[in-house]
Every structure is written in structure tokens, then in C-alpha cells.
């Protein structure tokens, strides 16, 4: 709860620094504040854990959420050092949008570290209003009004089925305590209306994490949005999500506990059918994409299909799925550093924009060629090393029929990932080289030898969680 008090300080901070004009020390205080809380969180996570009684029936922290805390910290930071320069034609505006960014930082903490269902709603809340306002903040783009207004307009109804199905789980249980509800749910005879609460509320997640058949928004939404907004929702939005499904998931013993055989293997075929179709779709759609942003928002739709396989095995798989969405999210930062750094002064994301990148500016290219190599899952990198253990466990729970389905479409994502890369590598230039700030170098090197790292090393990862 301490942290979360924190985050919001610092958003308030960025409102109150816009009213005394100290616009220039809004991102280097925010970046400072938010790594101190990432190492006074690590820092508790060594001590270990004890409950604050005050806030322990809505909010508490254990090493799950604390590990997922800790990486959407680091995700922000390099949100808002982006954010530092990809504002700089807007200074009277800054304080709004990182604030924004930091409150979006605030929902998710919540939507991790929640015992209660009305906390774990107030946390989506928080996190899905500061996206519509960031999709739609290019008032002057038609695309990004159109983005901001489809995704309010998904994202509302997404909502409200939330909260339906939160609705019915209160009827059933008569609570909103996640651990009485868990309790209650080992029970034979269950009212008819829990589990088409649960299903409600699943359904809706699935809508966060951008998964087929609630897919349906993302290209749109991605394509019109500013890149960074779209480099948000892209990375630190669907670990986000994929992270509270999973803890929704084992709160409300989904996995394995139920009396009712029927609810358990209901639930294990929705996943895999979901599964599969996310991972078939978004690679098929993604190969007959020329817009970069379009391509990547259904790259990151096959990539929930591959992060719902750890729904199949909730009883051991909080290290793989912190794993995967690290390999992920830190490739996808590096990625969209290189993109607004080439697009930036450009009409559009479209592949033609990084033909002869390689030439101009090579040290971009390099680092846009090992984030797409990591989400095709090329080792030296981790998304390799994240697929290797997904698939090892799926295989090990007797789900074989997921598992050919993934190395089938980790294939085919090949395709268009080197699609971008040989307009890097064997086209002919449209421009001369550009001034590139250096704090896009940063976050792009930053973020890919971080990737890197724990490709080498993904015990730094994995036994976090152990």
C-alpha cells in the first residue's frame, strides 16, 4: 500500500509542478521517485513479507505481485524518459501526460496486489481511463480521436461486464474478499450464477490482454494512437492484464480445485481454444500488415494466445509467465523506441519508413533486430528461453495439441518480423541520417541488453518466484 501511496505522490507532484512552472524537473523527479520505489520494493521483497492490518482486506503485497510490481515500475520508467522527449513540442501539456502515465502505474499496481474485488475493479478503473485519455491525446490527429473514441467505447462495455460478473460472484459468495471467495469455492454445490460470474469476468480480461475473439479493437486502436501510447498499451498494459487474469485465475480456483469436473475441464477448453486461436490469428492477420504499429499490435495478439498457455498450469507457472511477459515487454520497449525515433517526424509507420535503417542509423537497426528476434523467439534472446519453458511445462501437463500449435505459429512469425528486417538490411534509403536524441538510444539499448541478460542468465528471473 506504501507504494502505491508513493506512485500516486509523485503523480500529484506532476500536476502541482506544472502550477509553480517547474515543467523541466517533472520527468527527472518522477524517473528518481520511481527508482527508488523499484529498489525499496526489491528491497522489502528480500526482507520478506509481513501484512499491514490496516489495508490487508483491500490491498496487500506477496512475492507475485511484488515481482510484477517491480517490472511495471521499470516499464514506466522507460515510458516517461520517452516521454521526456516525445512531448518536448508540448511543455505546457507534460505534467498532464506523465502524470497520466504514472497513474496508469497506480491501477496497475492495484490490479495486482488486490484482495478484494472492489480494489481489483477500482485498479482496471484507474488503468483503463488513462488510456482512453493518452489513445485520444492527439486532438489534431483524426486517427487518434477515432482510436480513443473505439477504445472507450470496447473498453467501456469490457467494463462493465467486469463488473456484472463481479456482481453475480457478490450474489453467489456474499463477499468481496478474495480469500472468503476462495474458500467458498471449494464447496460441492455451488450457486449456478458463480461461475457464470467467473466467466463474465474472465471474458472481459481477455478483452484487457487483446485476445481472440476479443481482438477486435487492437489494430485500430494501435494504429491510430500516438506511438508511445500504442508502446504502453503494447507492453506494460498487456503484462498488466495477463498478470491480474492469472491471479484471478488461482484466487478463484479455476485451475484445479473445483469439486465440479465439469466447470475445470469447461475452463481448460476455453483457454486452449483461445489459446490457439490468438497465436493462429494474430500471425496470419500480422503477415499482411505494412504498417509497423498495426503489424506489432497483432504480433502482441499472438503473443497472448502464448501467455494464456500458463493458465493451464497456474499451480507452477508464476516464474514462467514473469519470465515471458519480462522477455516481452523489454523487447517490445526497445521496439517502439526505434519506431518513434524513425517515425517520428513522418505521416505514417508503415515498413517503407526503415528501408536502409541499417545504413543511416545502424545502431537502431541492431537493436530493432534483436527485439524482433527475441518475439520470434531466436535464441541468444529471452523470448526464446520464455517459449522453451512455457512449452516444456504445457507439454509436462499432458496439453501437446497447445504446444504444436505454438512452435507451428512461432514460425510463422518469422515471416513478417524479417519482413521488417530486410527493409532495414537490403533497401536502398529514403533520407539522410536524422538527429536521434539520446534518450532513445538509452531506453533502446538499455531495454534490449536487459533482454539480453536475462536470456543469458534466466535464472535472474525465474528463481525470484521460487
Not at 510490481?69 to 501539456?93: D, N, Q, R
Not at 513522418?346 to 537502431?364: A, H, I, Q, S, Y
Not at 505459429?409 to 533497401?427: D, E, P
Request: include cysteine.
Amino acid at each position: 500500500m506504501n507504494t502505491l501511496i508513493a506512485i500516486s505522490g509523485l503523480g500529484v507532484f506532476c500536476l502541482i509542478a506544472e502550477i509553480f512552472n517547474l515543467r523541466k524537473a517533472i520527468v527527472p523527479v518522477v524517473i528518481l521517485g520511481l527508482l527508488a520505489l523499484l529498489g525499496t520494493t526489491l528491497h522489502l521483497w528480500t526482507l520478506g513479507f509481513s501484512a499491514n492490518e490496516k489495508y490487508s482486506n483491500m490491498i496487500a503485497a506477496d512475492s507475485t505481485s511484488s515481482a510484477f510490481t517491480s517490472l511495471f515500475i521499470l516499464l514506466t520508467i522507460f515510458i516517461v524518459a520517452m516521454g521526456s522527449e516525445v512531448y518536448k513540442e508540448h511543455e505546457t501539456k507534460i505534467s498532464d501526460y506523465i502524470s497520466i502515465k504514472v497513474f496508469l502505474l497506480a491501477g496497475a499496481i492495484a490490479m495486482v496486489s488486490f484482495t478484494n474485488l472492489a480494489m481489483f475493479f477500482i485498479g482496471i478503473e484507474t488503468l483503463s481511463i488513462a488510456l482512453y485519455i493518452l489513445a485520444g491525446s492527439s486532438r489534431l490527429d483524426i486517427k487518434s480521436n477515432e482510436a480513443g473514441m473505439k477504445y472507450f467505447l470496447m473498453g467501456s462495455f469490457a467494463s462493465g461486464i467486469i463488473l456484472f460478473g463481479i456482481c453475480l460472484i457478490y450474489g453467489a459468495m456474499g463477499s468481496f474478499d478474495i480469500a472468503e471467495i476462495s474458500n467458498a469455492s471449494l464447496s460441492a454445490e455451488l450457486p449456478s450464477w458463480f461461475p457464470i460470474g467467473v466467466i463474465l469476468v474472465v471474458v472481459g480480461m481477455l478483452f484487457k490482454i487483446a485476445a481472440v475473439p476479443f481482438h477486435f479493437w487492437a489494430p485500430d486502436v494501435y494504429e491510430g494512437a500516438p506511438s508511445l501510447v500504442t508502446g504502453t498499451m503494447s507492453t506494460l498494459v498487456k503484462v498488466v492484464a495477463i498478470a491480474t487474469l492469472y491471479k484471478l485465475v488461482t484466487a478463484l480456483n479455476l485451475n484445479s480445485s473445483f469439486d465440479n469436473q465439469d466447470i475445470l475441464t469447461s475452463f481448460q477448453l476455453i483457454i486452449i481454444v483461445v489459446s490457439i486461436a490468438s497465436m493462429t490469428v494474430g500471425n496470419i492477420m500480422a503477415l499482411r500488415q505494412n504498417n509497423v504499429k498495426r503489424m506489432l499490435a497483432f504480433s502482441g495478439i499472438s503473443h497472448a494466445g502464448f501467455m494464456l498457455m500458463a493458465l493451464l498450469t497456474v499451480a507452477n507457472s508464476s516464474s514462467t509467465l514473469l519470465y515471458y511477459t519480462s522477455a516481452y515487454a523489454l523487447a517490445g520497449i526497445a521496439a517502439f523506441a526505434v519506431i518513434i525515433t524513425v517515425t517520428r517526424n513522418k505521416d505514417n509507420e508503415d515498413v517503407v519508413n526503415f528501408n536502409g535503417l541499417g545504413k543511416t542509423n545502424p545502431l537502431m537497426a541492431a537493436v530493432l533486430t534483436a527485439a524482433l528476434l527475441s518475439m520470434a523467439g531466436i535464441p541468444i534472446f529471452s523470448g526464446f528461453f520464455a517459449k522453451f519453458m512455457l512449452f516444456t511445462q504445457t507439454i509436462k501437463a499432458g496439453y501437446l495439441v497447445v504446444v504444436i500449435a505454438g512452435v507451428i505459429n512461432s514460425i510463422v512469425s518469422v515471416g513478417y518480423y524479417f519482413k521488417l528486417i530486410l527493409a532495414m538490411y537490403t533497401r536502398e534509403p529514403n533520407e539522410e541520417k536524422q538527429e536521434t536524441p539520446f534518450v532513445y538510444y538509452a531506453v533502446c539499448v538499455v531495454s534490449i541488453l536487459l533482454n539480453v541478460i536475462i536470456g543469458l542468465y534466466p535464472s535472474l528471473v525465474t528463481n525470484l518466484l521460487k
